[in-house]
């Protein structure tokens, strides 16, 4: 396979972690179908001989990368919820539970990730993605043991906004400037409604 460059000899998990990046980053800018070995191999200067080495197939790298992905929004919110909680504070604001999802959706290639889940049917890393989306629910309803409707207010909550940041992180780019709404429209309904939610008795 010809390369842009030199090749590059790389080992185990530097190599792996590498390839992951590259792909990553195909598939934020081109979409699932730029994830192939060649582009990756191109990308990292690598031959296809070594990618095979470590994923076994093209298939190999992508279902990789999915879990990376998958690990990486759950890291994502667990940080920004325990930094948005902070000290002498009892559960998180509404703002920062938005601002942390859609940021993992839209710059963290989240929506890009479940699209290509849903898509590839690809069922057993898609439950889990579910798992990730549970877990934040049931930390959300911990924050109010006393709220007998905690649960059912924390899972409104997480749909509304996952469906909103994994649309925003979809086509917020394009929809946007096509209606001539302002950047940030997306975070601000999904705010909104979230006050609603909560307001409910």
Known sequence: MSTNGPVKRRRGAVAREEALEAARDLLLTGGPAAVTLKAVGERMGVGHANLIHHFGSAAGLQGALMDAMVRDLAQRIEAGLNEGMGEGRDGVEPGRLMSVVFDAFGPGGASQMAAWLALAREQGRAESFAEVVRDLAERLAAMAPDDLRAAERAKALVVTAAYMAFAEGLI??????????????????????????????
Not at 175 to 200: I, Y
């Open 172 to 201: 917020g780019d394009i929809l946007t400037p096509m209606l001539g709404a302002p950047e940030g429209l997306g975070r601000d309904l999904a705010l909104k409604l979230t006050a609603t939610l909560l307001a409910e008795p």
